[in-house]
């Protein structure tokens, strides 16, 4: 079921990408889906229970497993916004 505000648009829910993904990618678990995405099972259940946001780099991450767009897996969670900006950026010491 789509979650919606009452203007009509989606609401912010990584648990609708998350649930998502499992479904595409037929896994059974959080465990399952951290293990294809390559990072620890407490990311997923941070994510879930909304103390982690779904960094630029996590989506990039689900965009290789799944094949799908990044714009497609924003939309799933409700992410509206113009432009996806990485949390940090890694400066390089020389």
């Known amino acids: 079921m789509r979650e ?3 203007d009509g648009r989606s609401v912010y829910n990584p648990n609708r990408l998350l ?3 499992m479904q595409r990618l037929k896994l059974q678990s959080d465990g399952a889906l951290s293990l294809k995405l390559k990072v620890a099972k407490n990311v997923i259940t941070s994510i879930r229970n909304g103390s982690l ?6 989506l990039l991450w ?8 990044v714009d497609e897996l924003r939309m ?8 996806c900006r ?6 390089r010491q020389r």
């Open 76 to 83: 799933l969670m409700g992410d509206r916004r113009k432009k």
């Open 53 to 58: 946001p779904v960094a630029a780099s996590m």
């Open 19 to 21: 649930d998502t993904l």
């Open 4 to 6: 919606e505000k009452q």
């Open 86 to 91: 990485l949390a940090y950026a890694r400066i």
């Open 62 to 69: 689900m965009r290789d497993a799944t094949g799908m767009s």
